[in-house]
């Protein structure tokens, strides 16, 4: 028997996580999670560094008390090294290469799955000004691997987290027509008002929204989450920025005021650029997207959303016209 620190240390005749639970059930999910790594991935500027926070899980028969949790951080280290060494630099291929390692390691196992998240900065010019920004949004990625009659089915998604905002519609028109009318009673005619009234920006409230999409990803396919996050922020009234002097915000303010939206508009909107702009994606694809506005004058918040998959909204646009 040696000692370790004072400790002593013992070679463990018995596996405690290979033994039978008192209560055999079944757990769908165990692992880890707040798990920090260094990651690098493709950009529309070349290869970026990113330092994303992931979760790994896989599922534990009912003959087995506990999952070999060193297991996961193992596999994660090995996958990183064949990253490196392979020059993989889509999150993607990562998470697929995770699940796969997962499934190898936890032989017991007919289900894995990670769920990555990493902040992403863009440079993007403000408007109206010289100024180059650094714009963060939010990553997601998972991968979910399944294991039936030795075979392995792989499930990969990606998607991103933006913040924008939204001017309300409802309200810009109430006042629209209240402005019409009292200067109708100064005397106005129908011509002027129409000319005021098309230059004149018409006040509203306005709501910081947040946007949340994800889209499978089948083997072989891959989607830049730079453009995807466009896609995104282009549905919405207006964009935010991490700096804006008085005649930027102020043309910032009034260009979303010429393009007033519910939230529900942003997300039908979002379905729409997503299918025009994702073409080679195949109909198969599952879509989900989420729209949270952050309400000014109310106490509550406002979501819209949509689970559906790139062949319906193709099939829906086609039938309406759109």
Known sequence: MAKTNGVPSFEYSEDLQE????????????G?????????????????LLFPTIELYVDLPSNK???????????????LEKIDALKVYHVEDFCEMMVRNLLRKHEYAT????????????????????TVTQEPFEILATATALR?????????AVGVKVIGFTACPCTQEYLKRATRARLKKMGYDEAELSKILKILPIATHTQRTSGLVLLTVP???YVDVEELAESVEESMSGQTHSILKRPAEASVVEQAHKKTMFTEDVVREVLLRL????????????????????????????????TTTLGEIREEMKLSGS
């Open 19 to 30: 033994s039978r639970p008192k209560i055999q059930l079944k757990l769908t999910r165990v």
């Open 219 to 221: 083997e072989d396919y």
């Open 275 to 306: 299918s025009r702009k994702y073409k080679q994606l195949p109909d198969s694809v599952d879509v989900f997207v989420q729209m949270q506005s952050s309400e000014s004058i109310h106490k509550h918040d406002v979501v819209a959303e949509r």
């Open 111 to 130: 289900q894995a799955e990670i769920k990555l998240q990493s902040t992403y900065v863009v440079h993007r010019q403000v408007p109206d000004q010289e």
């Open 65 to 79: 008390r506990g999952v070999h949790l060193s297991r996961d951080p193992e596999s994660l280290y090995e996958v």
């Open 32 to 48: 880890i999670k707040n798990l920090t790594i260094e990651l690098r991935v493709s950009g529309q500027g070349g290869t970026i």
């Open 148 to 156: 039936k009659n030795g075979d392995i089915a792989i499930t990969r």
